[in-house]
């Protein structure tokens, strides 16, 4: 299976957006989900949101809903997410993942998902 791809991190104010994108291949089945997560220095990697690639139902962590959004093109064969009124305090790595066999109660869990991104850096300056 080859690994899913980050990009679009970077550097942006606080108050600013950001969009990045996760391209993965091998997505076959309608039932494989991709997951985002990220991980600040010290801390424990953290769930964000996730897609079902079939139908495009959406699952949000209570922390970041109503600031970022979850979204999949089947024809670039991307999962974005749109982070918007960005704060320091969401500087981290933020990784893309992907799950043959997640279901309902389950995308929160960093144990559903077997590939995993090397992640893209994202900072939220002051």
């Known amino acids: 299976q080859v690994q899913p791809v980050e990009s679009g991190g970077g550097l942006v104010q606080a108050g600013g957006s950001l969009r990045l994108a996760c391209a993965a291949s091998g997505l076959t089945f309608s039932s494989y989900a991709v997951g985002w997560f990220r991980q600040a220095p010290g801390e424990e990697r953290e769930f964000l949101a996730a897609i079902k690639w079939g139908s495009g139902s959406a699952y949000y962590s209570d922390s970041v809903k109503g600031r970022c959004t979850i979204s999949r093109d089947n024809a670039k064969n991307t999962v974005y997410l749109q982070m918007n009124s960005l704060k320091p305090e969401d500087t981290a790595v933020y990784y893309c993942?992907?799950?043959?066999?997640?279901?309902?109660?389950?995308?929160?869990?960093?144990?559903?998902?077997?590939?995993w991104g090397q992640g893209t850096q994202v900072t939220v300056s002051s």
């Open positions: 993942a992907t799950t043959p066999s997640g279901v309902s109660g389950t995308y929160h869990y960093t144990p559903t998902y077997d590939n």
